[in-house]
């Protein structure tokens, strides 16, 4: 059973950053992807950034210049820098692995409040 554990969420002043951490139970090698997706309250969850085994990244268009994905494969972490907060980059952020045979795997979440 895969188990993905995030940290690093909390409250920020909008123009701040932070930093999220995704620990997964296996190797994160094993996946075909690893990503970070988010909700906010009354939205559909949505894709924030992906980065798949071979270290190739991908961003939604709204999503770039502001976030950062990277990996650990020694640690099994995937991390999400953000920077330049904004109010509307409040959600629950979510830590996903995805296998092309074994399907999609997620975490709890954790929650990012932007607010002054």
């Known amino acids: 059973q895969v188990q993905l554990v995030e940290s690093g969420g909390g409250l920020v002043q909008p123009g701040g950053s932070l930093g999220l951490s995704c620990r997964a139970s296996g190797s994160i090698f094993s996946f075909n992807a690893m990503g970070w997706y988010r909700q906010a309250p009354g939205k559909e969850r949505e894709l924030v950034a992906r980065?798949?085994?071979?270290?190739?990244?991908n961003y939604p268009d709204s999503m770039k210049g502001r976030f950062t994905i990277s990996g650990d494969n020694a640690r099994n972490t995937v991390y999400l820098q953000m920077n330049s907060l904004k109010p509307e980059d409040t959600a629950v952020y979510y830590c996903?692995?995805?296998?092309?045979?074994?399907?999609?795997?997620w975490g709890k979440g954790t929650l990012v409040t932007v607010s002054s």
């Open positions: 980065i798949a085994s071979d270290g190739s990244t």
């Open positions: 996903n692995a995805h296998h092309n045979l074994w399907g999609d795997y």
